[in-house]
């Protein structure tokens, strides 16, 4: 079973920036993809980034721009740097670890860690 441990979540003010740290109980380097995405009240769950094995990444056409997705193999750990936040981005976020073995996909989620932006 993996575990992904999340933080960094908070309150901050429109404009402001947050960075969010997702830490798997496996290799970072072991999953085919790791993603953020967040879910707002009341809503389903969107994909915000994701980064690939090959550390290729992609971005919902609102968060393009302004949020990035790294990882850093040493400190097996990947990051999600939030910057000019707007109150649109008030969310809890989770960190998901994609894995294929004998074909199959199994997908890991971390607990979440809200992310309230507000004046």
């Known amino acids: 079973q993996v575990h992904l441990v999340e933080s960094g979540g908070g309150l901050v003010h429109p404009g402001e920036s947050l960075r969010l740290s997702c830490a798997p109980s496996g290799s970072v380097r072991s999953f085919y993809s790791l993603a953020w995405y967040r879910q707002r009240s009341a809503e389903g769950r969107e994909l915000v980034a994701t980064?690939?094995?090959?550390?290729?990444?992609n971005y919902s056409d609102s968060v393009k721009g302004r949020f990035t997705i790294s990882r850093d193999d040493a400190k097996n750990t990947v990051y999600l740097e939030m910057n000019t936040l707007k109150p649109e981005d008030t969310a809890v976020y989770y960190c998901?670890?994609?894995?294929?073995?004998?074909?199959?996909?199994?997908?890991?989620w971390g607990q979440g860690t809200q992310v309230t932006v507000s004046s």
């Open positions: 980064i690939t094995h090959s550390q290729m990444t």
């Open positions: 998901n670890a994609e894995q294929w073995r004998d074909r199959i996909r199994y997908d890991y």
